[in-house]
């Protein structure tokens, strides 16, 4: 909670580890009220776009978004290294070097935040800038370097699989009923679910329009469309100053599709693992229950702005429950 405007907002306070590290609430709270559904880390090391429309390409470029907006952490980017320096600079120093010097450098004062943060930050020699993002930058990395290590325990689908392809007899632990099985076979085939929800984390990683209605309140949102713009400007994207990559490893920001009107409204491809612990479902929370869920794909609304991808898949009620009942075998122990 140290690192934000007023010692109260953590990572944890949205990313819950009791809840699969997301909040269950449709729009994420900070300081203030965001404009998206919180989205949890697990796997998200393997994942070439971050956020609902994919503005960072990073874990740690990522987690520096929030940091400095005015709605979830809400401070400033001197503010962070005056914290490291004051109550963090052992460990920092451990691993990435001295803290720099901040003699005279106002805390209130960053790139982002209100305007006399901005003209602050403005009066800061360049090179003094530079230090202090390098510091910024490492709080990144440092986040990442603990999110890297969440992963996904074993779930029920997982064992069923696992003892199908040796041969082995199935437990209770690795059984599912014939409406799970019904259900897989629908997710493969006729509602084609692993057209995008697919590999081990159930997720393409790309982005799509599916018709889900705009939040009644909140402002426009283009999605892909200005997340892409955002990430191929972006301070801290692969290929800045402050990436440890190299560029030829930075190929899915250096080919990626930067316009187009599939762009428009279309969102990251959400993992489905743990999706039952999930809800509300979609980028705003739109979507209650997994059961409406299932029924929305299976309408196939039309998209208000944009163009949705998605077909009326023709799904009888007792498939419609047989495929939900197979997105609950993906669901993994509760965290300690």
């Known amino acids: ?133 390098r510091v910024y930058a490492n709080i990144g990395k440092a986040i990442a370097a603990y999110e890297r290590r969440l992963g996904f325990e074993p779930t029920r689908f997982d064992r069923w699989v696992d003892a199908e392809l040796s041969g082995a007899t199935h437990t209770a632990e690795s059984s599912m009923s014939h409406d799970e099985v019904a259900g897989l076979r629908l997710f493969i085939g006729k509602a084609s679910c692993v057209n995008c929800h697919n590999g081990p984390r159930f997720t393409d990683d790309h982005f799509h329009n599916t018709g889900v209605a705009a939040q009644p309140g909140l402002p426009p949102d283009s999605g892909r469309a200005t997340g892409v713009r955002a990430v191929l400007a972006g301070e801290f994207n692969c290929l800045s100053q402050y990436s440890d990559a190299k560029a030829e490893d930075c190929g899915e920001l250096r080919f990626t599709s930067s316009d187009g009107p599939e762009l428009l409204r279309a969102y990251k491809t959400p993992s489905l693992r743990n999706v039952a612990q999930h809800a509300p479902y979609m980028h705003a929370g739109q979507i209650a229950t997994l059961t409406d869920v299932v029924t929305h794909y299976n309408r196939a609304f039309k998209a208000k702005v944009g163009h949705s991808e998605l077909k009326p898949l023709g799904l009888s009620a007792e498939q419609r429950r047989q495929l939900e009942a197979f997105l609950l075998t993906l669901s993994s122990p509760a965290r300690p």
């Open 1 to 133: 909670a140290k690192l934000s405007a007023n010692g109260k907002v953590s990572c944890a306070t949205c990313h819950e580890p009791s809840r699969d590290f997301q909040d269950g609430t449709p729009l994420a709270k900070g300081v203030g009220t965001t404009t998206r559904r919180t989205m949890p880390i697990a796997g998200t090391a393997y994942s070439p776009w971050l956020f609902w429309d994919g503005r960072t390409d990073s874990q740690w470029a990522q987690a520096l978004g929030p940091l400095e907006s005015s709605v979830e952490h809400g401070g400033t980017r001197a503010q962070y290294a005056h914290t490291i320096r004051t109550h963090y600079a052992p460990e920092y120093e451990a691993i990435f070097g001295p803290v720099p010097q901040l003699t005279g450098i106002p805390v209130q004062a960053g790139p982002a935040g209100d305007s006399v943060a901005r003209a602050a930050w403005k009066r800061i020699p360049a090179v003094r800038q530079r230090e202090i993002t």
